[in-house]
């Protein structure tokens, strides 16, 4: 079936450094959504994305979706330690449904 | 008003025994699933409802059986737990399958 591929699984960055994680899919996605989901808590959307080379910021966080809508990135610039948890790409499928990555679990050091 | 709830927040049971988690959505939202999260964070459909229609059903063992009584509410029911299922259990809504709001969580410890 299809997959969405996610790396980093893990990222340990020191305070003010910048951020990346990557998701991948072999097929064609009709859309990439971003979920971030804190420690102990649930995972809540952040950002679609649905044209492809689409680029959109959300203050230091800015996602791409790829030119053939097979990848997609979320960049965080100067790391604070509010953007600590797990971010989890999730690509929309060819039967409507939404496919999770395995996430990127960000820990931020003071 | 919390959209989506899920109950209970906190679920201890011994092996063998059957368990429901309720989950319900006052968004109005068409489609309701189910999420098994492991200790590694890894999120893993289960199950989905569309107008009370199962429309994803991922190879989970067939112990677990997702009740839909109304659009607004999709509760999973366990049989015969394992050690196994120990996870956290997210409960999500959304409509036209797109944007997903999910619940708190019902952290589920097996002993």
């Known amino acids: 079936g299809q997959q969405v591929m996610q790396i980093p699984q893990y990222q340990h960055v020191q305070e003010g450094e910048d951020f990346t994680t990557y998701c991948n899919s072999s097929t064609t996605l009709s859309n990439i959504q971003w979920y971030k989901q804190r420690p102990g808590g649930h995972p809540v959307f952040l950002i679609q994305?649905?044209?492809?080379?689409e680029v959109k910021k959300q203050k230091r966080l800015t996602f791409q979706f790829g030119e053939a809508k097979k990848n997609s990135s979320l960049h965080i610039t100067a790391t604070q330690t509010t953007d600590v948890g797990t971010y989890f790409c999730?690509?929309?499928?060819?039967?409507?449904?939404?496919?999770f990555g395995k996430g990127t679990k960000l820990s931020v050091k003071p | 008003d919390t959209a989506v709830s899920q109950t209970p927040k906190y679920l201890v049971t011994q092996m063998g025994n059957d368990k429901s988690i309720k989950c319900e959505q006052n968004l109005g939202h068409d489609t309701m699933y189910w999420y098994k999260q492991d200790s590694k964070k890894f999120l893993k459909i289960m199950f989905s409802y569309n107008n009370k229609e199962l429309i994803i059903n991922e190879t989970v063992p067939n112990r677990f059986s997702p009740k839909s009584p109304d659009k607004a509410h999709l509760n999973l029911h366990i049989n015969s737990l394992e050690l196994g299922d120990s996870a956290v259990y997210f409960c999500a809504s959304s409509q036209d399958q797109k944007t997903q709001y999910f619940g708190p969580g019902t952290r589920l410890l097996v002993l």
């Open positions: 994305l649905v044209k492809s080379g």
């Open positions: 999730a690509g929309g499928g060819s039967q409507g449904n939404l496919i």
